[in-house]
């Protein structure tokens, strides 16, 4: 007899790469997650303790404490939002619910992995989108809808490049779209973006019926390993994911540190306002090093390297990891020339500095 055998699609998928941390040692300087530069709130912190002294009880179904307090904080409607474990599983459910077999889904070219493997594992066809300039081309992505396209994947701003759509040119997107096409806003960095026009999703959401925003605690609120995402959906929407979203999909103590960390809205400014502080300073310093740095509004940056010499990405890359400091290749995102930083504190990323002077041997 044959042995089982996998659903088309699933053997096309490239198992999702994370950053490759090392052994041994506490002192090293991990920026290649675009993680938080500070540790979560200590509320949070406090929160989550509190609240795993008793795991032997089930959380709420369907985390609806966590929802309420997302409607307060961002002045949404609780029926509109829906948490997961990380904003990974929402796009797996989006995905599951409005494609498969026959049907395409379009990304950027060098969008977050997690929209090819979600679209693939469903048995949907994963079309990448040319960018340009590493930016979000709006023309591009509507020439290539077609009666076969479900879903649309844009991170606004994008992983790993950085860049953002304005909200002039969302809405452009938007309008081009056929309205069976849902237009999913990966808002992962949103909290981070200091720009007059931009906009997350939230107001589209409320206009029409075929937008999806989806957002995390893992970056600005720093509770990665806790995995708590959400999204703001239309009412039809969130039904529908209800109905194939796993019970009890967030855990009690990650439910109450992510209410405690919407709560304390200080120590988020201050995230926020370190990285709109750091990002330019550290952009300035590597760029003075004779290295080129994409324009980004997030907590990263992508740095180039020159290809075909001594000195190429994979080069830096290793320097920087021998010294202790971790950082990211993005040559599967199809940019075999650069270097992904997340910033770090201040101190780590003077450390960073210097270390890429000595690479480059600037004096």
Known sequence: MAPPKAKPGVLAITPYAGSEVGLGGTDR??????????????????????????????????????????AT??????????????????????????????DETLYTEHGFTMYPIASLGVGATPIAVPETNLATDVDAILERVTDKTRIVFLANPNNPTGTYLPEQELRRLHAGLPENVLLLLDGAYAEFVTEDDYEAGEALVREFSNVVMTRTFSKIYALASLRVGWAYAPPEIIDVLDRVRPPFNVSAPAISAAIAALEDREHTERSRRHNAETLPWFVGEVEALGLHVNPSVANFVIVRFPAETAQNAEAAYQFLFERGIVTRRVAGYGLPDWVRMSIGTREEMEDVVAALRAFVGAS
């Open 29 to 70: 300087i991990v920026i290649s997650s675009n993680e938080s530069a500070f540790g979560p709130s200590w509320q949070a912190m406090e929160a989550y303790s509190a609240a795993s002294e008793d795991v032997r009880r089930y959380p709420e179904i369907d985390a609806r404490s966590l929802r309420k307090a997302l």
């Open 73 to 102: 904080h961002h002045g949404l409607e609780e029926d509109r939002i829906i948490c997961g474990c990380g904003s990974d599983q929402i796009i797996d459910l989006l995905t599951l619910c409005f494609a498969g077999p026959g």
